[in-house]
């Protein structure tokens, strides 16, 4: 009988300190990162970024555990989302730049007889830089290993209703309605340098229409803040980002008690664990902050279970 399969896609994070550098290769050897057209020249820069960076973030996975958290969290949705499918359809994962690698994944499905195989990269809004880089690798790859199956593919999902609940259902963890009013929130975005989006990326976009969704949907719930907002995080090297950065709007604030939502991730790293729940409340009690809380992203919830099926049967 022949089976349809789910891939999910996602960038990875190392799985415990030594694929680090493993990491941090890939991501900068990624032409849809680094954009110059001599591969080459990418080769020796992601070398040379590689070389300098490596320590430093093994020192941040050392923090929270000694390996990236997204990997388990992938695994436990995989298998949520495994149980309420069932076996006509077959669920997997698979991650840019440690393992499981796509080829992993194409392996395991070539032992099914498999039809269709649907890709959700598993980000929000639609980046080269993110959707369109998960996608081009696994397609790479199956169009190299794989057999026959036809590959549908979706590029976005900020706009699903049950994957917006479970963004709210993250928020009410960290504040009830009733206090909802006496903070700020804080939609904190992963940043992309500022020539990237003059190139035609509409991540912007898309994160500025998934914030305005999500106003309208926490007013609906009751969750009344007392301002909204948005930045961007994780800038690194001298150009120019989007803005304004996240440390710039901890600054901004007069109301001392604040929410943050990771709104670019469905899925607990480095830049939750650490950057947000770590290095950025290190800045929140510098500056007064009487109350700085950090949601966690909607990694394996039901509701996000539920959002997954509903994008699938969408694409079918």
Not at 4 to 32: Q, Y
Not at 209 to 226: N, P, S, T, W, Y
Request: charge should be negative; proline fraction near 3%.
């Amino acid at each position: 009988m022949k089976k349809e399969a789910i891939v999910l896609l996602n960038m990875g994070g190392p799985n415990n300190l030594e694929e680090v550098e493993v990491f941090l290769t890939n991501m900068f050897n990624d032409k849809n990162i680094l954009t110059v057209k001599s591969s080459l020249l990418r080769k020796f820069i992601a070398t040379m970024i590689t070389f300098t960076r490596t320590e430093k973030s093994q020192e941040i996975y050392r923090q929270i555990g000694g390996k990236s958290p997204l990997v388990g969290h992938t695994k436990n949705l995989v298998t949520k989302l495994q149980a309420k499918l069932g076996a006509t359809v077959v669920v997997d994962f698979a991650m840019r730049y440690t393992p499981p690698f796509a080829r992993e994944a194409i392996e395991r499905l070539n032992q099914e007889d498999i039809e269709k195989i649907y890709l959700i990269p598993l980000y929000p809004q639609y980046s080269t830089t993110t959707t369109k880089s998960s996608l081009e690798d696994f397609e790479e790859q199956y169009h190299l290993y794989g057999k026959d199956a036809i590959l549908v593919e979706i590029k976005h999902f900020f706009q699903n209703r049950t994957y917006n609940q479970a963004i709210l259902e993250r928020i009410k963890e960290q504040v009830s309605a009733d206090e909802s009013q006496e903070y700020d929130i804080v939609f904190s975005a992963h940043g992309l340098p500022q020539k990237v989006i003059d190139k035609g990326d509409v991540y912007q976009r898309h994160v500025e229409k998934h914030v305005e969704i999500l106003k309208d949907m926490m007013q609906e719930e009751g969750l009344r803040f007392a301002n909204v907002h948005l930045a961007y995080q994780s800038k690194v090297g001298p150009l120019k980002w989007l803005e304004p950065s996240l440390e710039d709007k901890l600054h901004s604030l007069g109301n001392k008690k604040v929410v943050i939502f990771p709104l670019a991730f469905t899925i607990d790293n480095s830049e939750t664990d650490f950057e947000l729940s770590i290095e950025y409340r290190e800045v929140a009690e510098e500056l007064g902050f009487v109350s700085y809380k950090v949601c966690r992203c909607p990694n394996d919830s039901e509701l996000f279970v539920d959002a997954l099926i509903e994008i699938y049967q969408k694409m079918q």
